[in-house]
């Protein structure tokens, strides 16, 4: 069973970076694509970047793009979220997605990110 940590959330003011790093480990799979979402307070979880296995295709959420850049290392079994220019309405958990060749899903335990004003 593959198991996926995130790290790198934290608290920042506006205009802000943060690098958010997500470790693969135990997979016996192929992967098909990694990615990002986030889940505000009372708000569902949303999709915000997927990176493919090569990383030759990339797609982001509109409200971050040219902001945000996804990013993957096969060699360390990780995939990153660099967010720059950082905006409150940023602030949510940001969990990792591993998906197989069957698309199922394999899901971090997700890391803080607050964006203050």
């Known amino acids: 069973q593959v198991q996926l940590v995130e790290s790198g959330g934290g608290s920042v003011q506006a205009g802000g970076s943060l690098r958010l790093s997500c470790a693969a480990s135990?997979?016996?799979?192929?992967?098909?694509?990694m990615g990002w979402f986030r889940q505000a307070p009372g708000k569902e979880r949303e999709f915000v970047a997927v990176?493919?296995?090569?990383?030759?295709?990339?797609y982001y959420k509109d409200s971050v793009k040219g902001r945000f850049t996804i990013s993957r290392d096969n060699a360390k079994n990780t995939v990153y979220l660099q967010m720059n220019s950082l905006k409150p309405e940023d602030t949510a958990v940001y969990y990792c997605?591993?998906?197989?060749?069957?698309?199922?899903?394999?899901w971090g335990q997700g890391t803080q990110v607050t964006v203050s004003s």
């Open positions: 997605r591993d998906r197989d060749y069957d698309l199922n899903d394999y």
């Open positions: 135990g997979r016996t799979f192929s992967s098909y694509d």
């Open positions: 990176i493919s296995w090569s990383g030759g295709n990339t």
